[in-house]
């Protein structure tokens, strides 16, 4: 199995007709996926490499009975495109675009619990389940069908850990950039309740980053869950950012740092890896 | 993106928010003219994007008239974390008897807008926050949600307040939420709120962040010369090149020089040359999909800093493909030429046309890839790094000899 997409989903491109939208539609129907229509207010009734073109998102969703979407959209449309999508009964929505409104993402993740939908980005390159579905901008060369669930806020970090992983064996049942914008759809913490409830996952690998909340939100969920997680953070001698008053400090406390980030995640019980070629060399050790 | 003290108090005052009557003066004649417009004494306030002001000194306080020129005369000679003093606000004192604090930002964690309000404003607030968070008092909405009077009067009574106090201090509370909403801020803090020895109830400083990302939809800021700044202080020559064009590009102190795909990997790349026991020069991001002409320029970078010595280059192809890698790696040698070494390892998406791109161009120009090492997806990135930092300590023990 898999989480999110597999070879089941279908799935939509939203700005299906624009450059990217078409370029990686090609390539992810390339790779197998069914992607079953897009929509492009205005070219309904066109097609895209086969697939149908409808004006709006909730005809799309009727016709096709699609239950993913992928977004190629410009930043200030996604607030529309997304809320759309989950409002048509789309159940995941993926946000390639990256400088999304602080408030536009806020809405959208309102409006996806309302509905039980997940928006997963801005600012990924989308959702990987090696040998059934590509869904994004992830190229497929990294990644084979196997045993471990990853989870990346960066696009190219991701690409590594997939490279290490089906080159030592290990392969990947899904594999989840969450995305590098400030404020995200989806947190870590999400992604870890579902890769825990996976069968098919035996260990999850999370990469973070200097900055956000996110991998500090996760240590309730590592404690509790069945699956061993291996967590790596990029930026431990990154020179220090800039920082956003008071509030920011007030509210979000010594969060931030990747020491900081790392300190949490082990205390959890994740197992830390430093480099790409530690992960191999800890999920052998645990048997996975 | 940051805004300066006048222009968040701009932005108060147009929500009725009560702020002390300055005015701002680029040079020193117009700082006098506007302290004889107030009336002494005035307080002197450099303008910056960096916080750290009044450690730095960047606050003075003029008691009489003859004291203006030499006050803001020093003003404009000083650097505050970077930033030359190009502005003061020349503002009136105030008689201050209270301190407090109001914030507005967002939470990350609750997805919420987080309404802050603390009896004890000033420097120290974070040091408050973090040895006595119940001093704190927080309201959290949800992004459309309203702020209520009485939401804002409990954290107005939570400060201490009471009586003819609670009224004033209700509608600053109302209005700098307003102020955070209608312009999108990330944040918006008004510390310290002083209460005066007259009573009165005003915002002596501003700090204040917009989202950028919503920039677009905000004319009014335009219309206030606010547009997109950056914050970074004061920037090497190579940073302001990089700047010019379009490459996220910081200056580190060391010597191995970071030619990576995206920004993941450019902190990542850092972490594992220092762990190997060699030293970046620099942090990059070529961003998505770069042209062939954006990569040359991303290598000139390096082969024209001199305390490069080495270089270390990564390219995992996702939406930037391998082929247009290659082409401006070698648009970059047969133009220009490297000179220093380099270990790059490069795969992902269309990584066979990049290397054919490359066999063709060394087929015909073996001598422009002499200092050149390049790699697949069967060496591991992390021997590419310790590779390149070998190469950097081979060339500096040639140029000893």
């Known amino acids: 199995m898999a989480i999110l997409v597999d070879d089941k989903s279908r799935v939509i491109v939203q700005g299906i007709t624009g450059g990217a939208g078409s370029f990686h539609a090609k390539r992810m129907l390339e790779y197998g996926t069914k992607i079953v229509g897009g929509t492009s207010p205005g070219k309904g009734g066109q097609q895209v490499h086969s697939a149908p073109v409808f004006d709006t998102v909730k005809e799309c969703v009727d016709e096709t009975h699609a239950d993913v979407s992928v977004i190629f959209l410009p930043a200030q449309f996604v607030l529309d495109g997304a809320v759309e999508a989950i409002r048509a009964g789309i159940r995941t929505v993926v946000v390639i675009p990256e400088h999304i409104p602080v408030v536009d993402m806020m809405k959208i993740r309102e409006e996806a619990k309302k509905h039980g939908s997940l928006v997963i980005g801005g600012n990924t390159a989308g959702i990987i389940s090696p040998g059934k579905a590509n869904v994004g901008i992830m190229p497929d060369i990294a990644f084979k069908q196997g045993r471990v669930g990853t989870v990346s806020r960066s696009g190219s970090l991701t690409y590594y850990v997939a490279d290490t992983l089906s080159s030592f064996g290990f392969g990947e049942t899904t594999c989840i950039g969450l995305g590098g914008d400030p404020l995200l759809g989806t947190t870590f913490e999400e992604v870890l309740e579902l890769f825990d409830k996976d069968p098919d996952t035996r260990a999850v690998v999370m990469v973070g980053e200097i900055g956000g909340v996110y991998e500090e939100m996760t240590p309730p969920r590592i404690k509790t869950m069945a699956k061993p997680v291996i967590a790596m953070v990029a930026g431990v001698h990154a020179p220090r950012g800039k920082r956003m008053g008071h509030a920011g400090a007030i509210i979000e406390g010594a969060m931030g740092s990747a020491r900081e980030k790392l300190r949490v995640l082990e205390e959890a019980g994740a197992h830390i890896a430093h480099t790409f070629l530690d992960i191999p060399v800890i999920l052998s050790k645990l048997g996975v | ?401």
């Open chain 2, 1 to 401: 993106m940051r805004l300066y003290e006048y222009e968040g108090k701009e932005l108060f005052r147009r929500e009725a928010i009560p702020v002390p009557r300055g005015k701002v003066a680029c040079d020193v004649e117009s700082a006098v003219q506007v302290a004889e417009e107030i009336g002494v004494p005035v307080v002197l306030k450099a303008q910056v994007l960096a916080g750290g002001r009044g450690k730095a000194g960047g606050v003075k306080v003029a008691a009489g008239r003859s004291e203006v020129p030499g006050l803001a005369a020093e003003l404009f000679r000083l650097k505050i974390s970077g930033f030359p003093v190009e502005k003061l606000l020349v503002e009136e004192c105030l008689n201050i008897k209270r301190e407090l604090y109001v914030g507005v930002s967002i939470d990350r964690v609750r997805y919420a807008i987080a309404v802050i309000a603390c009896a004890e404003g000033g420097v120290d607030i974070e040091e408050t926050a973090r040895k006595s968070p119940e001093k704190i008092a927080r309201v959290n909405l949800r992004v459309a949600e309203e702020m209520l009077p009485h939401q804002a009067l409990y954290l107005a009574k939570a400060m201490g307040l009471k009586g003819a106090e609670l009224r004033p201090a209700v509608d600053m509370i109302l209005g700098v939420v307003r102020v955070f909403r209608a312009h999108e801020a990330k944040l918006a803090e008004i510390n310290p709120l002083i209460i005066t020895a007259e009573g009165k109830f005003v915002a002596a400083d501003s700090r204040m962040s917009i989202d950028e990302d919503a920039l677009f939809r905000h004319p009014e800021l335009s219309q206030m010369g606010i547009e997109k700044r950056h914050e970074e202080g004061e920037l090497t020559e190579r940073e302001k090149k990089a700047r010019e064009d379009g490459i996220p590009y910081l200056d580190l102190d060391g010597d191995i020089g970071m030619f990576p795909g995206g920004a993941g990997f450019g902190i990542m790349g850092i972490d594992f040359l220092v762990s190997y026991g060699g030293r970046p020069a620099n942090f990059m991001d070529s961003g998505g999909g770069p042209t062939p002409e954006r990569l040359a320029k991303m290598l000139a970078l390096l082969e024209d800093n001199p305390n490069v010595v080495g270089i270390f280059g990564a390219r995992f192809g996702g939406i930037s493909r391998c082929d247009d890698f290659a082409r401006g790696v070698v648009m970059f040698l047969k133009e220009k030429g490297l000179t220093k070494p380099m270990a790059m390892r490069m795969t992902g998406n269309m990584w066979q046309e990049g290397v054919r791109i490359f066999e063709e161009a060394r087929k015909e120009h073996p001598e422009i890839f002499k200092n050149i090492e390049i790699y697949g997806i069967e060496t591991p990135i992390e021997h590419v790094a310790k590779r390149a930092i070998e190469l950097a300590r081979a060339r500096k023990e040639q140029g000893k000899k």
